[in-house]
């Protein structure tokens, strides 16, 4: 009888975030761009001509792995484990590589595991248990210049070695690189497992929720697959490179491999930090069919938004999905069961942070006639006041105030005072506004039309 193979879906809810669990705090802030400035001297110093067969590659028969059955396999979740394993990194010439990671439930993305090969070993790494160890045990052999690291497609996990272990990866072959240059049919890890190997590999588990604990025999055999044969595909394909096959207009093919890896390992991992323009990469607010008032209504909910997904530690897709905003931004609810009737619609009437959040949401959206266009505001400029102002004051003074966080938008005042009192001229455009000169003092208040508000300083 056949047997059914599980599925793990890409979001298992009610997993305890490892952030908590783990004391992982990563900075969500919106002002340091670079989690490490610059690149160590391995990176700068060594060129790709000087990593080419960095150590020779052994000339002798190519001899395909066994089965992942009959290969030793270490499952490594504890710091002596991880010692281990680094002894046994340090007398390698050669190890693969891979990394499993969810983008899903925090800001920035969290490593959630490992994959290791050796010519002789499998090993997982539970990185989520032993985030804070990681870099301190594996940091070094990841940058020894005289080890061979296989990865493939590695453009991101080399980022992600960055960003949450300090880890960068010197003298990399990345198969992906390697099956550009070959001119392969398809550059896929699972095209090259077929290619080469015969092994038709499941990738339901893909995007699985990797954070779940303990791992499935079914995922951990994904995993381990990912590394387990990545040593053997990396003789094929330097074999075929050395021998000149694929494309004709690479002078050394094995050379221009090192060197797009090489490039690969020297990118910067860099947070995405939010401005005023950010609203725009929504995904779908383009076709969105949104006026300019409504699209002001989706700058001002992505700002909110982007805040609580950093204070939570979790992805702005996660506290207010992409699709959910466009509607909200369309229909405009103006109560809290109009609000959640369209939540409902997505799945997401009982999601804890919508529910936590919803008056400001609607605070937000309700304040549709106050929003002026983030994007055509000129921070560094002084405007003068509106021809249709008010002005037999002459001594008027017009000021731009700062952008307040509850309600959120931008305040402009025309202030003349006067010796108990400061009067308050509201001109344009309608929104709530308060006092230049005491705004500790003064409470705001929503004006549609110009006119006269006196507040008493006591």
């Known amino acids: 009888m056949a047997t059914m193979s599980m599925s793990i879906p890409f979001h298992v809810p009610n997993i305890p975030k490892p952030q908590d669990i783990y004391s992982i705090k990563p900075d969500n802030s ?13 990176l700068t110093h060594y060129p790709a001509s000087d990593l080419v067969d960095q150590p020779p590659h052994p000339n002798k028969p190519i001899i395909k792995p066994g089965d992942l059955d009959t290969t030793p396999f270490t499952y490594v979740d504890t710091v002596q484990g991880l010692e281990c394993l680094r002894s046994k990194l340090e007398v390698a010439d050669e190890f693969a590589v ?12 969290l490593t959630c595991l490992m994959q290791i090969s050796t010519r002789t070993e499998d090993f997982v790494v539970d990185t989520l248990k032993l985030y804070h160890f990681i870099g301190q045990y594996l940091g070094a052999v990841f940058l020894d210049p005289k080890k061979r690291k296989i990865m493939h497609g590695a453009g991101n996990d080399v980022l992600w070695l960055q960003r949450d272990f300090g880890i960068f990866v010197c003298n990399l072959f990345d198969t992906m690189q390697a099956s550009r240059v070959l001119k392969m049919e398809r550059n896929s890890l699972a095209h090259l497992l077929v290619y080469f190997c015969g092994v038709s590999a499941n990738k339901q588990f893909q995007t699985s929720d990797w954070r779940i604990r303990p791992l499935p025999r079914e995922m951990l055999h994904y995993a381990r697959e990912d590394t387990h044969y990545l040593l053997y595909i990396y003789d094929k394909m330097r074999s075929q490179l050395v021998a000149g096959c694929g494309s004709t ?16 390992c020297k990118s910067l991992y860099k947070k995405e930090l939010f401005n005023e323009d950010s609203y725009k990469k929504l995904f779908g607010l383009g076709d969105a069919g949104l006026d300019s008032d409504q699209t002001n209504v989706a700058a001002r909910l992505c700002k909110c938004r982007d805040r609580i997904a950093r204070d939570k530690d979790e992805s702005t897709g996660y506290v207010l999905p992409n699709k959910l905003l466009i509607e909200l931004c369309q229909k405009l609810p103006r109560t809290e069961s109009e609000f959640l009737a369209i ?3 997505h799945n997401c009437q009982n999601h804890p942070l919508i529910l936590d959040n919803i008056g400001e949401l609607l605070k937000i959206i309700g304040n549709l006639d106050s929003n002026q266009n983030v994007a055509q505001i000129d921070y560094s400029k002084q405007k003068g006041m509106p021809e249709d102002a008010n002005t037999k004051q002459s001594h008027l003074e017009m000021q731009y105030m700062y952008q307040m966080n509850r309600p959120q938008g931008y305040y402009v005042t025309a202030v003349y005072p006067q010796p108990q009192a400061c009067y308050v001229n509201v001109v344009y455009p309608p929104g709530y506004y308060i006092s230049a000169k005491h705004p500790e003092l003064m409470n705001p208040v929503y004006c549609t039309v110009p006119q006269y508000y006196q507040y008493q300083i006591c």
């Open 98 to 109: 891979d990394l499993e990671a969810n983008n899903y439930r925090s800001f920035q993305g």
């Open 343 to 345: 939540a409902e619609a």
């Open 249 to 264: 207009e690479y002078d050394d093919p094995l050379l221009e491999v090192y060197s797009r890896s090489h490039n690969v």
């Open 30 to 42: 919106n002002t340091t761009r670079f989690v490490v400035s610059q690149l160590p001297n391995e």
